[in-house]
């Protein structure tokens, strides 16, 4: 099941989400993460960030809310201590990036140049600059535009960009997003969502709203990697990641154009769902003696125009 | 290694009012493997997405493969977990937890209040085993809900119990205890938040190592939604740092 994105071969399409995984250190007490497509790491940003108050997370309805507040250690302490436990590992990874200002983001990045385990970055989007008022980067499509070009300019590996769902279209996102130079997308981030505590009268999270996660977004998520194929599906790979706890689930965002897939809130609780995920594919395709994996990447859109 | 397998119940029995024991068979040798302190998430093998995480429970104790856990309905979780009979299997992922209770002191005071109970009696077993002296304090809102006491008289010797409204042993709080010892080192303690803030603000003169309960996705590191702050104000992880603590580390 290997395949090729940006002249960079994986393993297999099968990766961890980031913020669901740290930085695979935590894994390896469970099983060989080499066996993994790639490590999305955690996010990792220019200065320490301690995180949020707790409440931190809450149980919903076949998923979860989050509000962590991107806690890392900083990219400098990140070179230092976690990445030469890392730097052996037969796996790719992959930065999870963000800042608080466009400098921010092409720092951490550059940062990053010489440390060859890091393949590619992903931008998250979901951090608001804190110059233009705190408008978050992801839900305005000229801050995203600019953002995407400066660090595009400056870096020398591939450029992948996570959106935000909390947008009124995606495919305006997703055609602005390429155009500005992104080398792919990566749909979605958390939907932004809250609960209430009736007993306390008063929100659970400490900071009101957060991240909905887990089954409970996958329409959502499948629904946006179709729109993104649909508008630059023939430009840019897109992987797909939202709600994907079972290989069924993974294959739907294949089918809608996913060249590639990341496990996220299933890795807390099915920690082994990632391997299972790459079983279950390598046995549907072999199945069905498709020949190779690039195939099914969009065959739902196909067999639509039939 | 951290394990997810798919076990078999042996019991799973009603002991209080709201109070249920369940005993597994890991099939497995788990002798000396087993930190006293450490946990694990559970769920049933329904394959149902909600609830969609598992629930952490201590490792009450261990004999050969046997795990005995103790748990309170209080929610969904617990709730579908008092339906599993006995033969259907559960998936547990264990053991969990760095931070554990230490078993090298001499003379030790366990102090449980209510279901917290059981992140201590294997602490109390392993003690024993060493030759170190243990005094148990269970305490509970009223009699009804001393459900552990019998296991507790069954393994140690000095149990005390306190009730909130007298109903049962001394009336008071587990940790009105403090005033009565001497020549006591540690105490251990595993509770309600309440219970541990006023340990934490009167316990003078002991050393304390105290078990910590925090809302938890994952259990094994990841999610970083359990934290706890320490004394330097950064956050610690209780499923992994933790859950035991001692007190100079948090600040609670
Ligand atoms: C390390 C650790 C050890 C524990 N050991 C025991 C034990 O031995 N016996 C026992 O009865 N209970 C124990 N608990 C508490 C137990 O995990 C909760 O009572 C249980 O998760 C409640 O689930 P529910 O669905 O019935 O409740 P609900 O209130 O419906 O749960 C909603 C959500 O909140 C979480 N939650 C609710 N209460 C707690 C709590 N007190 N701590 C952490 N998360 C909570 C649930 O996991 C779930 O995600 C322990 C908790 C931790 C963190
Ligand atoms: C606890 C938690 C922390 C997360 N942290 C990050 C992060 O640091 N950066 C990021 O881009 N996405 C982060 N995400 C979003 C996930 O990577 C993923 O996009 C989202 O959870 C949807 O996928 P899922 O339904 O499979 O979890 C986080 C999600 C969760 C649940
Ligand atoms: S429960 Fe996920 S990090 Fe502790």
Redesign the pocket.
């Known amino acids: 099941m290997e395949i090729t994105l940006w002249n960079i071969k994986f393993k297999n399409p099968v990766w961890t989400a980031s913020g669901t995984f740290g930085y695979g250190i935590e894994a390896l007490e469970l099983y060989d993460i080499s066996k993994l497509g790639a490590v999305v790491t955690k996010g990792i940003s220019l200065e320490p960030r301690r995180g949020n108050e707790p409440v931190r997370i809450?149980?919903t309805p076949c998923g979860m809310l989050n509000s962590i507040g991107l806690q890392n250690p900083g990219v400098e302490n990140f070179l230092k201590d976690i990445y030469p436990k890392i730097k052996d590992i037969d796996t790719h990874f992959i930065a999870n990036i963000f800042g608080e200002t466009e400098e921010e983001y092409v720092e951490v990045c550059l940062a990053l140049e010489e440390a060859e385990k890091i393949v590619a970055y992903e931008l998250n989007l979901s951090c608001p600059n804190v110059k233009k008022g705190g408008i978050v980067f992801g839900q305005d499509i000229s801050l995203m535009s600019s953002l995407v070009e400066k660090v595009k300019a400056k870096v020398k590996k591939p450029v992948i960009v996570k959106l935000s769902p909390n947008v009124s279209d995606i495919r305006e996102f997703s055609r602005v997003c390429v155009e500005s130079g992104a080398d792919g997308l990566v749909l979605i981030n958390t939907l932004m969502g809250m609960k209430i505590d009736i007993y306390k009268a008063k929100p659970v999270l400490s900071t009101v709203t957060g991240g909905l996660s887990g089954p409970a977004i996958l329409p959502v998520a499948v629904r946006m990697v179709w729109q993104a194929y649909e508008t630059v599906g023939d430009r840019v790979p897109i992987i797909g990641v939202g709600g994907i706890g079972k290989w069924e689930d993974a294959m739907e965002h294949i089918m809608a154009g996913a060249s590639a897939v990341q496990v996220g809130t299933a890795n807390f609780y099915d920690p082994f769902s990632p391997l299972k995920i790459i079983e279950g594919i390598d046995r549907f395709i072999k199945e069905r003696n498709i020949t190779q994996f690039t195939h099914i990447v969009g065959m739902a859109h196909r067999k639509r125009l039939k | 290694m951290i394990k997810d397998v798919e076990v078999p119940v042996l019991t799973n029995t009603k002991i209080g009012t709201n109070t249920f024991k369940m005993e597994l068979d890991t099939g497995a040798d788990l002798s000396g493997k087993i930190k006293p302190g450490q946990?694990l998430m559970i769920r049933t093998i329904n394959p149902s997405d909600d609830?969609l995480?598992r629930?952490?429970?201590?490792i009450?104790d261990v004999e050969g493969g046997k795990i005995t856990?103790?748990?309170?309905?209080?929610?969904?979780?617990?709730?579908i977990l008092s339906l599993v009979k006995p033969g259907e299997k559960v998936k547990i992922l264990f053991p969990l937890?760095n931070g554990t209770f230490p078993l090298n002191y001499k003379e030790n005071v366990l102090i449980g209040g209510g279901?917290g109970m059981?992140?201590l009696t294997l602490l109390g077993k392993e003690l024993t085993k060493r030759g170190n002296k243990v005094t148990v304090v269970y305490g509970a809102k009223t009699k009804s809900m001393l459900s552990m006491e019998r296991f507790l008289k069954d393994l140690f010797k000095d149990v005390y119990i306190f009730t909130e409204d007298g109903s049962a042993g001394k009336k008071g709080y587990a940790t009105d205890i403090l005033s009565e010892l001497t020549g006591k080192e540690v105490i251990h303690a595993c509770g309600p938040i309440p219970m541990l803030k006023s340990l934490y603000n009167m316990g003078h003169g002991f050393k304390i190592f105290m078990?910590?309960?925090?809302?938890?996705a994952c259990g094994w590191g990841v999610c970083l939604g359990?934290v706890i702050k320490s004394k330097d104000n950064s956050f610690l992880r209780?499923?992994k740092e933790g859950?035991v603590f001692e007190k100079e580390q948090v600040i609670i």
């Open positions: 809450v149980e | 946990f609830p995480i629930r952490a429970f201590a009450a856990l103790f748990y309170d309905v209080v929610g969904k979780g617990t709730k937890g279901i059981a992140g078990s910590f309960e925090s809302p938890m359990c209780v499923c859950p």
